[in-house]
């Protein structure tokens, strides 16, 4: 990873940690992150299920196909870790 991907996660995580919706249950957001490309907007999928357990998804497409994947992917993990929906 370079400095500015280093940079990128940090943004994220920042953003992620200051808005309390992003941490009450899921939610779906776009986001320009100063290591991308200025032609691509990154959406980021959340899902908490504890107020310290929670899951990230950085994705390029913003389809309600690739929504619906990260909920379905995002629930998938948690089933396996054997947590509650």
């Not at 995580?13 to 939610?27: H, K, L, P």
């Not at 986001?31 to 490309?37: A, I, Q, T, Y």
């Not at 389809?63 to 948690?78: F, G, I, M, R, S």
């Given at each position: 990873?370079?400095?500015?991907n280093y ?5 994220l995580?920042n ?13 779906w957001t776009p ?30 497409d ?5 929504l ?6 995002c ?9 509650p929906?």
């Amino acid at each position: 990873l370079t400095d500015t991907n280093y940079i990128d996660v940090n943004l994220l995580f920042n953003y992620v940690w200051s808005v309390d919706s992003m941490q009450a249950g899921e939610a779906w957001t776009p986001l320009c992150v100063p290591g991308c490309s200025e032609q691509y907007m990154l959406h980021a999928y959340t899902c908490f299920k504890t107020p310290n357990l929670g899951m990230v998804l950085v994705c390029m497409d913003h389809t309600p196909k690739t929504l619906e994947a990260c909920h379905e992917y995002c629930h998938d993990v948690y089933d396996f870790l054997n947590l509650p929906k």
